[in-house]
């Protein structure tokens, strides 16, 4: 038997941890011939890989029709959304049980459950290919999509926020509307950098580095102290984050927020997944994870019961529900990690990229070039 | 065959998968798998009004293997009133017809036990010190599992809720774990293969 890592060409592979669907939800990896990922999603039980070519890869679950393949049945191996093909992929949100995809032209298309209006299509029927959301033109320059449970959003370069879908606890952040089937814009008064959609709740930050939440105000997911939750439908701030917002990630039931200095989380944590460790299974005060404090984190993403970062080195830490090995910290033998933990197994990798979802992870990396010492390592 | 050579690649998507390792999965006949999921305290137990259990982890022991890969990795917070904690730790017990029969002979000696004391798996329920200069670490509840049971309905047990009882008097529920068990091919196998031996 040779390394594992042997086998993962120099242009890296996508790791698969958990309920994948994929190679019998064993730990696993994959890759492309002259192709490689640039965009990873999860949702509750699919997933969706966008690579540097512009195609679009689906498996998982798909009894909504969520993978946009024209069928309903589970699809255990990466698939090719051929009927996209002929525009260019730029990026794809999975939401709990709908996908929403961006092109390079400036299109925006759904495919999946649509009981709550969620593909913005103006309907609330299902469809299992992907179909243009008409709302959106190439003038609105989008550059980042989300995707929750029954919600979904679109942001543009200039900081527009539109939102659609399920609004019956708020989470799209329209006020007075219990659902939308075409896209709203959610205005503050301020340009938005950054939006997240959780199962139930979401997260915007502005240009400035505020973070706005709002949706679902049980167990403190909003970050918002007792008096403010009742406005929980508009989106308010969260004034317990001294620090710049860069990030948000939004989970089932749990908030994680990167800023410039630390990153925060608050919500439930009776698996480990704030991070905050065995003491802690509930905090609507944000709260620094400490024990990655001297590490610079560049990405963070939560799935419904855990969590996972990237650091400037290229590693990735995960704590949370152990579910299934959706932490990626062993085969077959597994624990809730009340504390982030580094995933020994991409010690020798550069991570890239990293996407949570229901009961999987998918990473990204790299094998990292041999330093002085380790060059025959592999011989 | 290199390993190389057999990955699978689809002509039409350039996709292509890493082989699985021949090591997994193996048949559900020759392992089993145990699984603490949670674990909380009747609101009226004496642990919870005692001060000096402030957090709490749970072991069992089975033939071989050693304590440290049979108990939670780590103690939780004392569950308050009406909360449970989660530890979701599951361990793969290896029970290989050939290289484990050690294990397989525990567990049919557990089946086929007369005296009730041997019968079942014992889950013990730990209070852990805060203070690493505290004396050791006191016993505050036992559970146990019968694995006949498994045996006689051939189904795994998932998430099954057991009554966690007193040390002091075993009569005295003072909450409840929650197990999951996966045994049932296994303690099949092992049955019919043990019986063929005795007769
Ligand atoms: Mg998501
Ligand atoms: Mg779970």
Known sequence: MGEPEALVPDSGAVFTFGKTKFAENMPSKFWFKNDIPMYLSCGDEHSAVVTGNNKLYMFGSNNWGQLGLGSKSTVNKPTCVKALKPEKVQLAACGRNHTLVLTVEGSVYAAGGNNEGQLGLGDTEERNTFHRISFFTSQHNIKQLSAGSNTSAALSEDGRLFVWGDNSEGQIGLNNIINVCVPHQVNIGKPISWVACGYYHSAFVTMDGEL??????????????????????????????PEKVIQVACGGGHTVVLTEKAVYAFGLGQFGQLGLGTFLFETSEPKVIEQIKDQKITYISCGENHTALITDKGLVYTFGDGRHGKLGLGVENFTNQFFPIVCSEFLRFTVQLVACGGCQTLVFASPRINVVGESNFNE | ???????????????????????????????????????????????????????????????????????????????????????????????????????????????????????????????????????????????????????ESGRDIIEQELEIVSPEDQDVAIGRLKVSLKAAAALHSIYQEMIEDLL
């Open chain 1, 212 to 241: 706005y939440t709002f949706g679902e105000s049980e167990s403190g997911k909003l970050g918002l102290p007792k008096e403010l939750l009742i406005n929980h439908r508009t989106p308010q701030l969260v004034a317990g984050i």
């Open chain 2, 1 to 151: 065959t290199s390993e190389a050579s057999e990955t699978q690649a689809t002509d039409r998507d350039d996709v292509v998968v890493a082989p699985l390792s021949e090591k997994y999965p193996k048949p559900d006949s020759e392992k089993m798998s145990i699984e603490i999921v949670s674990l909380a305290f009747y609101p009226e137990a004496e642990v919870m009004s005692d001060e000096k259990v402030k957090q709490v982890y749970v072991e069992y022991r089975f033939y071989d293997l050693p304590l440290s890969e049979t108990e939670t990795p780590v103690s939780l917070r004392k569950p308050r009133a009406g909360e449970e904690i989660h530890f979701h730790f599951s361990k793969v017990i290896d029970l290989d017809p050939l290289e484990q029969q050690g294990r397989r002979q525990f567990l049919f000696d557990m089946l086929q036990a007369q005296n009730p004391e041997q019968r079942h798996l014992k889950f013990t329920v730990v209070s852990d010190p805060m203070d690493e200069e505290a004396k050791d670490c006191e016993e505050v509840g036992y559970v146990y599992l019968e694995l006949w049971q498994i045996l």
